[in-house]
């Protein structure tokens, strides 16, 4: 990403979550009123956004960004259900878990963690929206590449003593092989049944010709805007690695269940991809 802008992806991301609202059908996949007060959800004036919008794959890519989320909120809301309270949302761009949270919710310590022009970036929408910032939330920046994520949560009061859930979604292809293990590393440094969900790209080679396609024309245009992809995984290396590492558990979200989970009996024509993919991984 160029340093002093923020990213294009992340904008997408809440575009397609915007787009849904109202394009899709019920019950909706991710019910959120925040990100179309967020975003232009047309594009057709920006010569970025207008060809990924208007691509044929473009209700899949939405499809996928809605279930990652989705996953995500559902394992966080089931591990506050067993008492956990801290949440941290890394690389957050324009999520809007904290402006819709839910009442079970409200006893967690949320922690949004992204690059300092991404996060001034999204407090101008949020102000320029009326959408005030919940007291449970704090922003932390960072630059992934650059600092330690210790250290910027350190600065930020993070309790390292509390059990915490993290979500990192639509990030791992923009960083290094080794930036993705020290941010897995960290989360291995937290307590004892601490967990993870995050999605990883499949290399271009395991896809279906139109998916190949499609990602191809994504990945040229996240280049384009400073923000190309660096780092794939098979699913198998993905799962062997994090259990050589140490999580106790690691858990691939596959497509069998993604259909039974979030798509079954839809007739909006939503699909998944299946060239992003989720894990969890606890402690």
């Not at 600065?155 to 990030?171: E, Q």
């Not at 049944?193 to 499949?202: C, E, M, P, R």
């Not at 069998?256 to 991809?273: C, M, P």
Request: charged share 25%; glycine share 6%; net charge negative.
């Amino acid at each position: 990403m160029k340093q002093e802008n923020p990213s294009r992806t992340g904008e997408l991301t809440a575009i397609m979550r915007a787009i849904h609202q109202t394009a899709d059908g019920d019950p909706k996949i991710l019910a959120d009123s925040i990100a179309p007060r967020l975003v232009d959800t047309t594009g057709n004036d920006d010569e970025w956004l207008a060809p990924i919008l208007g691509h044929p794959f473009a209700k899949q890519w939405r499809a996928g960004f809605l279930i990652r989320n989705r996953y995500a909120e559902d394992c966080l809301a089931e591990c506050v259900e067993g008492g956990l309270q801290q949440y941290a949302i890394l690389g957050a761009g324009l999520d809007t878990f904290a402006f819709r949270q839910p009442p079970w919710a409200r006893s967690l310590c949320i922690y949004e963690i992204d690059h300092p022009a991404t996060q001034r970036w999204k407090c101008d929408r949020l102000a320029a929206a009326t959408i005030a910032i919940p007291p449970n939330l704090t922003f932390v920046p960072i630059d992934f590449e650059k600092t330690a994520l210790v250290g910027a949560l350190r600065a930020a009061n993070f309790d390292f003593s509390s059990k915490t859930f993290c979500s990192w979604l639509g990030v791992t292809q923009y960083l290094t092989p080794d930036a993705i293990r020290a941010t897995l590393e960290f989360v291995l440094s937290l307590p004892r049944l601490s967990q993870i969900v995050f999605s990883f790209v499949l290399p271009l080679e395991m896809l279906p010709k139109i998916e190949a396609e499609a990602r191809a024309m994504a990945a040229n245009k996240s280049a384009e805007v400073g923000e190309p992809y660096l780092t794939t995984f098979r699913a198998e290396d993905l799962k062997a690695q994090l259990r050589e590492m140490g999580f106790s558990d690691v858990i691939h979200l596959m497509p069998e269940e993604v259909y039974e989970r979030y798509l079954k009996n839809r007739r909006d024509g939503l699909k998944a991809r299946l060239g992003e993919q989720l894990i969890r991984a606890i402690v």
